[in-house]
């Protein structure tokens, strides 16, 4: 009897969920550019192996955590600042290895990466696109991040032998994670800033697709691995946040006459009007200011060019908010059906980084300001290796709070003393003795970014023109 | 523009993160009662019993007029050993090496047989602490000193042969400097590098206070005595301090002058800071022989009027802040002996538990309290003409152990060990 009861108390002890030690044997992310890495317009290794998920996997101490590296300058060449008065950022110029194998040198690794982060994924793309390596290695560009992760079109599923396409989901199931991490949704939303033009279909995913694609992804994940530990992160709160949103300013003083306003194709900047990134370049070249002659600044998206809008009117800034806020909820609706799915809210902590309350570290404060503000990378959208390590910090602490996990607080010392990528890199620092430019951004270096950031996006437009101010599509 | 971005992030930068702590208030009132482990208050039969009791020199009149100076020599150290995630695990830096020397000076002159005017200097709180140039806790603190100087008057009356009672005023003046070192992100190594040192400072005597204090002293009979005091708290605003920015190159000359535009380099702004110290009260019990006195004393520090530090700049209103402190009322008690082995010497033991009013989330560069233990040993020295002598006193402080537990207000999280105290001192005492 007394044995019974032992047997017992031990078999409810095993059994007690509460403290389950979370297994980081195996652990993949999936995401898009943010859990990749991409930084500063780039793909490469100096803040791959700085992104959250290999932060995680180090401190976790995983044993195979592979990924996609590239080699300097990234893929595509990193933004580098050249300048700040006048502030000028631009491509850096330091070429691409020529073979295609020093520049993607892990692309020979014979087994799946752990790191699934895919630059321009959307959630639709984690469930249904497929790359293929020999076309990034024959030099066509078109789909290269899915070619340069995915590699293999196909697969043969082991059970039924037959060939199933090898999407990212696929690759995470198939290697059998005990932890994955999920950061996906943002390409759904915030290529309606990238482009400044919020439509339904083209720069953003219908919410109802979404909802769908969503429920799919993370449905999947939870039942095909019911043994693993899933954390998922929602997207960022609010488009106003963001340095590519927040920086330029859409007035100016001129002496004597006060502050005016800078001029858009729709009229004057008004109050809650913001201008993105590569509206500097443009207002650096005279055009959209308040004076005779000067060419309007462009409010959207133009579909025969591909060249996006410059302005996010404040009714499209509260569509873009409202969408955003909209995915958050589905995110949360659907992580919350599973119980070894766990939320991780990132809006506290960017609320904290906009309005500089988030913990210091020794006294020293980030913020999500532009260029001093420790968190974001040159092109004002995806963090750098600061940046990195805060998101990294979060689901540790998630991981360690509720599930039981013990791991280290990261090193933020060295993190915040460790400089960018030309602090290791053997070209030094990129600016000495470069030639300032008159442009906040580069119009060549914003359109690198942005082809690479949203290779889809013209070619929707062109499929299915919308009248330029169809912004009410959005539901 | 959301708002413009290199001054928003200098003030974000900027708000400075000090945290006043435990430690600063000083028990160093004079050598015969730091001997006793500052069971004094029951006993107060020299002039720092300006501090210890307003009421003891009621007894004392039969002594004639007055005067005894001293000072005494504080020498602390104390190590700090990092966690992740700042400054991380293994780092480690000590306090450097400084020696303080709070003075004490009073006069007592009888007004009458039962009446007593005593009129003091002395330094009840200060603080003083430096760190290495470089080290990692350097955007909180890098050197600090505060001084507080009180000057006070004070009545003592005894209403009979056994009793008596005592108060006075003190004008309070605060000497503060705090240099620390101001990080700002580099955009060009998108690393965290010093563009500044700013030293903030009182820059004359006009930042004070009046205090007041009361006390009693009972004589039970059988060689026992009780006494009682009470110091108020107060609040020094300094209305006269100022802010010195100097630069701090980085080798990038368009960073520089963008931060040489963000931060008032040439002004000296000023700043105004409001500073609450805390009130204290001692109740002791004695027994005495003509051999021997033996002395216990309990008290407390009302700290929690230490809830928060404001600085202010009136002209940049987005560089004022406020510190939240949170600071707990705090307990002592104080054990004393004193042997009187000849009529010339004595020699005198104590010792004192001073708990800390810190909480661990706001111990810091600037101030990393604990709970103390005090060892105290003195010898006292009367001359045979009774007109003079002197007393040393010589006290082994130990700072408890402490972590800040993962949650430093400023983020700079580890172990302060190793924290000791010697105090070295003698006053001399002439009679007329």
């Known amino acids: 009897m007394k044995r019974t009861l032992l047997v017992l ?11 389950a030690q979370v297994d980081f044997t195996r652990y993949v992310a999936l995401g898009d550019s943010l859990t990749a890495g991409f930084a500063s317009g780039s793909l490469m290794d100096y803040y791959q192996e700085r992104s959250y998920p290999a932060l995680i996997a180090d401190q976790a101490g995983v044993g195979t955590f592979q990924m996609p590296l590239v080699a300097v300058p990234g893929l595509a060449p990193a933004l580098v600042l050249e300048s700040l008065s006048p502030l000028s950022i631009a491509q850096t110029d330091v070429a691409p290895p020529s073979d295609p194998l020093e520049y993607f040198y892990n692309v020979t690794l014979e087994a799946p990466y752990q790191n699934l982060g895919i630059p321009g994924a959307d959630t639709t793309d984690l469930l249904a696109t497929t790359g293929n390596i020999f076309n990034l290695i024959g030099g066509n560009y078109d789909n290269v991040m899915f070619d340069l992760i995915l590699r293999t079109p196909q697969v043969e599923d ?15 199931i198939g290697q059998q994670p005990t932890f994955v991490t999920v950061w996906i949704g943002s390409n759904d939303v915030l290529g309606a800033v990238l482009a400044a033009t919020p439509v339904d279909g083209i720069t953003m995913t219908p919410l109802a697709d979404f909802t769908a694609a969503y429920t799919q992804l993370i449905g999947a994940l939870a039942t095909s691995l019911p043994n693993a530990e899933i954390v998922v992160l929602n997207i960022f709160p609010d488009a106003r946040w963001i340095p590519f949103t927040a920086t330029v300013p859409t007035s100016t003083e001129i002496a004597g006459v006060g502050t005016v306003p800078f001029i858009g194709e729709d009229g004057p900047l008004g109050p809650g009007d913001y201008l993105t990134l590569p509206a500097g370049s443009m207002l650096a070249q005279g055009m959209g200011l308040p004076v005779p002659g000067s060419p309007p600044l462009p409010e959207n998206l133009n579909p025969a060019t591909g060249a996006p809008g410059v302005i996010l009117r404040a009714a499209e800034i509260e569509l873009i908010n409202a969408r955003l806020a909209a995915v958050n909820q589905v995110i949360a609706g659907v992580t919350g059906q599973f119980s070894n799915v766990h939320l991780l809210d990132i809006a506290p902590i960017f609320e904290a980084l906009e309005n500089g309350h988030y913990r210091p570290f020794g006294g020293i404060e980030l913020t999500t300001e532009f260029l001093v503000g420790g968190i ?11 940046g990195q390590a805060v998101v990294a910090s979060a689901i540790i602490d998630l991981v360690n709070d509720r599930l039981g996990a013990g791991l280290p607080a990261l090193d933020m010392y ?25 442009a906040i951004l580069t119009e060549q270096a914003f359109m690198q970014l942005y082809e690479v950031m949203l290779p889809e996006l013209a070619d929707r437009w062109q499929r299915q023109p919308p009248s330029p101010r169809q912004t009410s599509s959005v539901d | 523009m959301k708002r413009q971005i290199l001054i928003a992030a200098a003030v974000v930068a900027l708000a400075p993160s000090l945290s006043w702590g435990a430690g600063f208030a000083l028990f160093e009132a004079g050598n015969k009662a730091q001997g006793m482990g500052g069971a004094f208050t029951a006993v107060a039969n020299d002039p720092s019993a300006m501090f210890w009791n307003p ?4 007894f004392e009149t039969g002594e004639g007029m007055q005067v005894m100076a001293g000072v005494i020599f504080i020498a602390p150290s104390q190590d700090f050993t990092g966690s992740a995630p700042y400054p991380g695990e293994g780092y480690t830096s000590s306090l450097e090496e400084q020696i303080f020397f709070p003075p004490h000076l009073y006069v007592v002159k009888p007004l009458s047989d039962t009446v007593n005017f005593s009129f003091g200097v002395f330094t009840p709180f200060g603080l003083g602490t430096e760190w290495p140039e470089g080290f990692a806790g350097r955007y909180i603190s890098t050197k600090a000193d505060l001084q507080l100087i009180d000057i006070g008057g004070q009545v003592s009356w005894a209403l009979c042969e056994n009793f008596a009672i005592g108060g006075g005023i003190d004008y309070m003046i605060a000497s503060i400097e705090l240099n620390r070192v101001v990080p700002l992100f580099n955009p060009y190594t998108q690393s965290v590098a010093d563009v500044a040192t700013v030293k903030l400072q009182t820059d004359d005597m006009s930042n004070n206070s009046w205090a007041w204090n009361v006390g009693f002293l009972a004589k039970l009979g059988g060689g026992f005595s009780i006494g009682g005091m009470y110091r108020s708290d107060f609040t020094v605003k300094g209305t006269s301090a100022s802010a010195e920015f100097n630069q701090i190159p980085t080798g990038y000359p368009d960073f520089d002058a963008v931060v040489a535009g963000a931060l008032p380099f040439d002004e000296n702004p000023d700043v105004y800071t409001e500073l609450n110290f805390p009130d204290f009260w001692q109740i002791g019990l004695a027994w005495s022989n003509e051999k021997l006195t033996i002395s216990g004393q309990y008290g407390e520090m009302g700290w929690s009027v230490f809830d928060e ?15 939240v402190e949170n600071y707990s009322d705090s307990e002592q008690y104080r054990f004393g002996l004193e042997w009187q082995a000849s009529p010339v010497w004595a020699f005198r033991l104590g010792y004192v538990f001073d708990e800390t009013p810190q909480p661990p989330e706001s111990m810091s560069p600037l101030l990393s309290d604990g709970d103390r233990d005090g060892y105290t040993a003195g010898l006292g020295f009367v001359s045979k003409s009774s007109n003079w002598g002197f007393d040393i006193g010589y006290e082994y402080l130990v700072l408890e152990e402490r972590s800040t537990g993962g949650g430093s207000y400023d983020g700079y999280d580890g172990f302060y060990h190793d924290g000791v105290a010697h105090l070295f001192g003698a006053s001399f005492t002439w009679k007329f």
């Open chain 1, 158 to 172: 082991p059970t039924t032998g037959q060939l199933v396409d090898y999407t990212a989901l696929v690759s995470a």
């Open chain 2, 55 to 58: 009421a003891g020199m009621a």
């Open chain 2, 309 to 323: 530090l404001r600085i202010d700049f009136p002209d940049y209103p987005g560089l004022s802040s406020t510190i």
């Open chain 1, 9 to 19: 108390c031990a078999a409810a002890l095993l059994a007690s969920p509460a403290l």
């Open chain 1, 376 to 386: 974001f990378s040159y092109d004002g959208f995806h963090p750098q290796n600061v």
């Open chain 1, 414 to 438: 060295r993190i915040l003393n460790e400089g960018g990528w030309q602090a290791a890199s053997p070209f030094g620092i990129v600016c000495g003795g470069c030639d300032p430019k008159q």
